[in-house]
């Protein structure tokens, strides 16, 4: 098996085996925009299979990022989010091993936790292998479309502002507006800029609306990341595997990653102290049907586990309604 390069992937592709990923990255580069160098590993049915692809074609100095595409990412309605292997900075020598991984990212516990949650057929995954050229970043960025007018853009460093079709959106948002525009449509997207400018690293298409920002008194306040009121005691695991976790707490957490997915899947409601409304925590929460608010910088010192809370995830409020 050889890598397919981009341009041969049409935006309208109906092959499963590429995944959504690649699909959404095709459409990117059929409207003029910017994307790395990428080649894509179809699906299969052993992840040993694409570790062992032809790979001669791509031999050469610098460093790769491997990353997923199945055909349930990125989609309309689930996306997925952070839930396959992803692995970055790759050497060429390292490609069979990293690629073997991320393809057999599909059979992990997380991607069936979501998969329950979500209401899902549980089961693993095949998992198509997207391969780009990879430069180490100067900053990143998140955007998610309000309308094709407006939207919300996050900084890997958490920074946060609203943009829309007037001024002040600065330039990344400004840039994050035309793609939406030359799409027709809201879009969840990732950038990079690089020494060589901005890049497009994922297009797919928004799965949830990001709530609006209430400004409401309470106890605790935060940023409305996933809409919904849950009540429970509160969980301050110390890692995804501590043994104390109970479902149906209140997961209160710094932040959230991958592996994370199982307990949040068994959460009642989710408190963390980083984040706004488009970091890992709140888009996989908004998909699961999960009250969230991100962004509680003191929750940690002010919730202890044990601790009785409203967690109001449309209001962006934590109330300790018991001890």
């Known amino acids: 098996m050889k890598p397919l390069e981009l341009d041969e992937v049409e935006p ?44 001669g074609g791509l031999a050469g100095p610098g460093s790769w990022a491997v990353r997923s595409s199945a055909a349930v990412e990125d989609g309309p309605e689930h996306s997925f989010a952070g839930l396959f292997r992803t692995e970055l900075g ?46 180490p970043p100067r900053a990143a960025g998140v955007w998610i479309g309000r309308t094709p007018d407006a939207g919300r853009l996050e900084w890997a460093s958490g920074e946060a502002e609203e943009c829309t079709g007037g001024s002040g959106t600065g330039p990344a948002g400004r840039a994050c507006l035309g793609v939406q525009r030359a799409l027709g449509g809201v879009a969840d997207l990732e950038f990079a800029v690089l020494e060589s400018g901005l890049t497009w690293v994922q297009y797919r298409p928004v799965t949830r609306p990001v709530p609006e920002r209430v400004e409401n008194a309470g106890p605790l306040t ?56 488009l970091c890992h925590a709140a888009i996989v929460a908004r998909e699961l049907g999960v009250p969230c608010v991100t962004g509680v910088r003191d929750a940690l010192l002010r919730l202890g586990d044990g601790t009785r809370v409203t967690v109001d995830g449309g209001a962006g409020v934590v109330r300790v309604t018991g001890r």
């Open 90 to 135: 790759v050497p060429f020598d390292g490609l069979p091993g990293a690629i073997a991984r991320v393809a057999g990212s599909g059979a992990a516990e997380r991607v069936r936790a979501y998969q329950a949650r979500a209401g899902l057929a549980v089961r693993d995954v095949e998992v198509a292998v997207v391969l780009q050229r990879y430069e």
């Open 222 to 277: 935060g940023v409305p990341a996933s809409p919904g009121v849950a009540t429970g005691t509160v969980a301050r695991p110390a890692d995804p595997y501590d043994p104390s976790w109970r479902p149906g707490s209140v997961l209160v957490i710094a932040d959230t990653g991958p592996d994370w997915v199982p307990l949040m899947a068994e959460a009642a409601a989710m408190v963390t102290t980083v984040g706004g409304n």
């Open 12 to 55: 309208d592709d109906t092959r499963t085996a590429l995944g959504g990923k690649c699909r959404g990255l095709a459409v990117l580069r059929r409207h003029g925009f910017r994307v790395p160098a990428t080649w894509v590993l179809p699906a299969g049915p052993s992840p040993a299979d694409l570790g062992g692809a032809d790979l």
